[in-house]
């Protein structure tokens, strides 16, 4: 698939300005140029154009945003210095698998101020000795090359997940609705739970009508008897008088 037609699927019906993370990996440049990413992206953020055929970074345009830059398994060789001017807040560049070969292709760099992870994985200058010492003495502002800074510290995963994280903010309001979703969850629970509470008092409540009316109907059967007796005792009292006149 052709670049600018990935692109575009990759919008979804938003502008471009509306969008802060754009991947196009594994589509194809035209020649070898990038296409269809243009200044309309003004919120970019992280930018990932992985084995798409790039052979320069010359038509990239300026993403003032732009923190992260994913351009691995391409051709690239040089021409480094656009980044400098076009993307000003890169902290992290990946150019493993790429044409570099000398050191001085990544001198460009140097102009690049806050950035602070380098990748050039498979890329011929990683042959050369001392390569990793170089480098650091080279871009003294890189923390962290190939994933290790000079002591050999891997890079912390913290860093990994800022990379990725969106702006501050976005962690925030993502706790609030968490907890306005807990609250609503707790909220429904008591209301259950009331609920369920006060069916079992009305079913309380009936019982204790249902027993009230059999002690009453049980009162009104032991009534019954002896009513019958006293009215038997009258009779018996009735014919002893009429046996005495």
């Not at 919120?43 to 798409?52: D, Q, T, Y």
């Not at 000398?102 to 806050?114: A, G, I, T």
């Not at 993502?174 to 079992?200: A, N, P, W």
């Not at 009162?219 to 002896?226: H, I, L, M, S, W």
């Amino acid at each position: 698939m052709e670049m600018k037609k990935r692109i575009s699927l990759e919008l979804r019906n938003r502008s471009p300005a509306e969008v802060r993370e754009l991947v196009v990996d594994s589509c194809r440049s035209a020649d070898g140029e990038v296409e269809g990413v243009t200044e309309e992206f003004s919120a970019l953020e992280v930018l990932s154009m992985v084995n798409v055929g790039l052979g320069s970074l010359a038509k990239l345009p300026a993403l003032p945003k732009l923190r992260k830059l994913e351009v691995s398994d391409n051709s690239i060789s040089g021409g480094l210095d656009t980044l400098a001017e076009k993307c000003p807040n890169l902290s992290y560049l990946n150019l493993s698998g790429n044409h570099i070969k000398e050191l001085s292709s990544l001198q460009p760099l140097q102009n690049l101020k806050n950035l602070k992870s380098l990748d050039l994985y498979s890329c011929g200058v990683t042959a050369a000795d001392g390569y990793r010492d170089a480098v650091f003495r080279l871009l003294p502002q890189v923390v962290y090359l190939d994933g290790f800074d000079p002591d050999d510290n891997e890079v912390p995963e913290s860093n990994d997940e800022d990379d990725e994280a969106g702006p501050p903010g976005d962690e925030e309001e993502d706790e609030e609705e968490e907890e306005d979703e807990e609250g609503s969850e707790v909220g429904l629970s008591y209301l259950m739970k009331e609920g369920i509470q006060d069916e079992e008092d009305d079913g309380d409540y009936v019982e204790e009508e249902e027993d009230d009316e059999e002690e009453e109907e049980d009162g009104e059967d032991d009534d019954a008897p002896a009513q019958g007796e006293k009215r038997k005792r009258d009779a018996d009292d009735e014919g002893d008088d009429d046996d005495d006149e």
